[in-house]
């Protein structure tokens, strides 16, 4: 699997974007990047994924650079609910095979502090 | 439920009990997947269950540890002779055969070994 670095924290002011970065400089053509988040206390929270293309849903955007050697991913106006630790991961994403499920092993992560 | 639930929230044991924890997945998902959590660490995989396919057991650090999955549904993750060192969160997460993953985790059983 392609290892990921990640900030160890940062804050951002609510209402405000927040770009968290990740990098992945030995990510294979097969992989995707995904992201999730922990929130204290509760299990992890898929936000999205995307293997070259960015992407957007309800939660966040995800921007993949060209030579998809980093990525950011973007909450456009974070409340003081989106404060958690934050997750990049990449992985082959085939269909509900194991070897997708063993390749979620989540790292430090970025400790997201949003200030009011 | 919409979510995944797992059961007890919390439990504590002696060190040498045995131990069972429960996972109800969202109906209809064909894929669940069992990981721990020790504290302050990242998360580690356990175990893979897909429809009718016999369990991807890799990630079980011991014999003492095992999971079934009874009629595609529920599963129920078990913990031989505990030792301190399971300590930790013990998260069930499922998935429909074609998401590529877990999306949807529950909130977990915080296991504490004494």
């Known amino acids: 699997d392609a290892k990921t670095t990640q900030p160890t924290s940062m804050d951002c002011a609510e209402g405000r974007a927040a770009n968290l970065p990740c990098n992945h400089s030995t990510i294979s053509g097969n992989e995707y990047v995904y992201w999730y988040r922990q929130i204290h206390s509760q299990g992890p929270q898929y936000i999205i994924h995307g293997l070259k293309n960015n992407e957007t849903n309800e939660m966040a955007s995800l921007i993949i650079t060209e030579d998809r050697k980093s990525s950011t991913l973007i909450l456009p106006h974070a409340t003081l609910r989106d404060t958690a630790v934050y997750y990049c991961?990449?992985?082959?994403?085939?269909?509900?095979?194991?070897?997708?499920?063993?390749?979620?092993?989540f790292g430090s992560g970025t400790q997201l502090t949003v200030l009011p | 439920g919409a979510g995944v639930s797992q059961s007890p929230s919390n439990k504590v044991t002696e060190k040498g009990k045995d131990v069972e924890l429960r996972c109800d997945p969202i109906s209809g998902h064909t894929a669940l997947y069992w990981y721990r959590q020790s504290l302050g660490q990242g998360l580690e995989f356990l175990i893979y269950?897909?429809?009718?396919?016999?369990?991807?057991k890799s990630g079980l650090p011991s014999d003492r540890f095992s999971a079934e999955r009874t009629g595609g549904s529920v599963s129920t993750l078990t913990i031989q002779r505990t030792q301190q060192e399971d300590s930790a969160v013990y998260l069930c997460?499922?998935?429909?055969?074609?998401?590529?993953?877990?999306?949807?985790f529950g909130p977990g059983t915080r296991l504490t070994v004494t």
């Open positions: 991961i990449v992985r082959v994403a085939p269909s509900g095979t194991s070897g997708s499920a063993r390749q979620l092993t």
């Open positions: 997460a499922s998935s429909s055969g074609t998401s590529g993953g877990p999306k949807l």
């Open positions: 269950f897909q429809g009718n396919s016999a369990p991807d």
